[in-house]
Structures are given as structure tokens and as C-alpha cells.
């Protein structure tokens, strides 16, 4: 089992559609959660990160974290073709030795249609 | 302007043949890491740096080495590459933060490796 699962898609939409992508993970050791936007031929950009459980608002994206579930959630309003790209949930693994590194979920393709 | 840089771009090779993929960053970040994605199993961490002299493994190390001898240089070696190392490969760095909010990662453009 992977410690990070995400729906890869695709998921079409159409303009002005609210989206919802999430993902669920296994390690509860996990913090700070984020979500990063990859283009197509381009490296990932962090959108938004989160520490605790609730809710984090920035414009029309929402991130949602439940930890309790282990699962968290990215909400885009008012989606827009600009928004097409594969978005990633990403998690720090703190470890045990004073270094820590990152888990990503496999991605999910998002197509925003005009 | 704030970037990292990787070289080559592309690249088509041979098995066995060593190569290194140069990764560098002026941001005066500590951390710097090495990723490779891959369809269906996304983006996996290779080897991280949380300082001069300081890597760790990620997940998938095999076959790969790393070295951190300056802060803004992390290069990626493959001292003998094989077909399953065809890949897209990324380098990333961000300021270290340890027990703070995780500072953004900054990657690369990336490098197409294709080993025949």
C-alpha cells in the first residue's frame, strides 16, 4: 500500500465548476500538507500548505486537511481553463534523525473546459 | 532572478554509461533534493540535502549517488544507468525550516533521461 494515494484522473470540468481532489495517506506522523500545481513540461509550484485539521482558504482554493481520517482536500471554485494541470498533495515525513523528507501522491490531471 | 537550473535537458544514453545531472540554485537555500517521475507512481523523492555535507535517502536511492560539497551545488550521479532509470527528472530546494512551516520547494525545469 502506498502512504500516499491520489486519483489520478483525468477529471474534466466545465468553466465555473467547483473541484474537488483529494487524497488519504496511512503514517500518521505526517505534517504539513500541501498541494503543489505542476503544468504540462513544467516543475511543480506549491500552491498552499496546511498544518492542522480545518480549513485554509486562499482565493478559490480551499485546502482541507482531516487528520483524524487522514485524509485531505483541495477546492477550487469557479474553476477556469488557466487551472488546467495536474495537481499534487505532498506530506513531510518528519523522520527520526533530524532530516525530513517529502511523500507526494501521484497526481491528479485537472481539464478545465471554456 | 530566483532559479534553479538543471543540465542537461534532455538526454539519451546508453546502459552503464556513467552521467551526471547538474542541479544549482542561488537562492542560498539548505535543502535540495532529487525527484523522478514517473506515470502512475508520480513524484518519488531520490536523495535530499539538508545542508553542505548532510544527504539523506528518499525513497528510491537505488542506482543513484548524490554530493553536497557546495550550498548552491547538488548534482545527481548515475555511475552505471539502466533502462529502468529512464525517467523525468527534478531538482528542488527551499530554505530548511526544521520545526517551522515548510518553506515552498522551488524545482527545476527538469531532465528527460532515456537510457537504452
Known amino acids: 500500500q502506498k502512504e500516499v494515494e491520489q486519483d489520478p484522473g483525468p477529471l474534466s470540468v466545465p468553466e465555473g465548476a467547483i473541484v474537488s481532489l483529494n487524497c488519504t495517506y496511512s503514517?500518521?506522523?505526517?505534517?504539513?500538507f500541501m498541494w503543489y500545481r505542476q503544468y504540462s513540461r513544467k516543475g511543480p509550484e506549491l500552491l498552499m500548505y496546511?498544518?492542522?485539521?480545518g480549513n485554509k482558504e486562499d482565493g478559490r482554493f480551499t485546502a482541507q486537511v482531516d487528520k483524524s481520517s487522514k485524509y485531505i482536500s483541495l477546492f477550487i471554485r469557479d474553476s477556469q481553463p488557466s487551472d488546467s494541470a495536474t495537481y499534487l498533495c505532498?506530506?513531510?515525513?518528519?523522520?527520526?534523525?533530524?532530516?525530513?523528507?517529502?511523500?507526494f501522491g501521484t497526481g491528479t490531471r485537472l481539464k478545465v473546459l471554456a | 532572478e530566483a532559479q534553479v537550473t538543471q543540465n542537461p535537458r534532455y538526454l539519451i544514453t546508453v546502459t552503464g554509461k556513467k552521467l551526471t545531472v547538474t542541479c544549482s540554485q542561488n537562492?542560498?537555500?539548505?535543502?535540495m533534493s532529487w525527484y523522478r517521475q514517473d506515470p502512475g507512481l508520480g513524484l518519488r523523492q531520490i536523495y535530499y540535502?539538508?545542508?553542505?555535507?548532510?544527504?539523506d535517502k528518499g525513497d528510491v536511492p537505488e542506482g543513484y549517488k548524490v554530493s553536497r560539497k557546495e550550498k548552491r551545488n547538488f548534482p545527481l550521479i548515475l555511475e552505471s544507468p539502466s533502462p529502468n532509470q529512464t525517467s523525468l527528472y527534478f531538482c528542488?530546494?527551499?530554505?530548511?525550516?526544521?520545526?517551522?512551516?515548510?518553506?515552498?520547494?522551488?524545482f527545476g525545469p527538469g531532465t528527460r533521461l532515456t537510457v537504452t
Open positions: 503514517n500518521s506522523a505526517f505534517q504539513y
Open positions: 537562492m542560498n537555500h539548505e535543502y
Open positions: 505532498a506530506m513531510r515525513d518528519p523522520g527520526t534523525s533530524g532530516t525530513y523528507k517529502y511523500i
Open positions: 528542488a530546494s527551499s530554505f530548511k525550516g526544521q520545526g517551522v512551516p515548510p518553506y515552498e520547494q522551488y
Open positions: 496546511t498544518y492542522s485539521s
Open positions: 540535502s539538508m545542508n553542505v555535507e548532510v544527504t
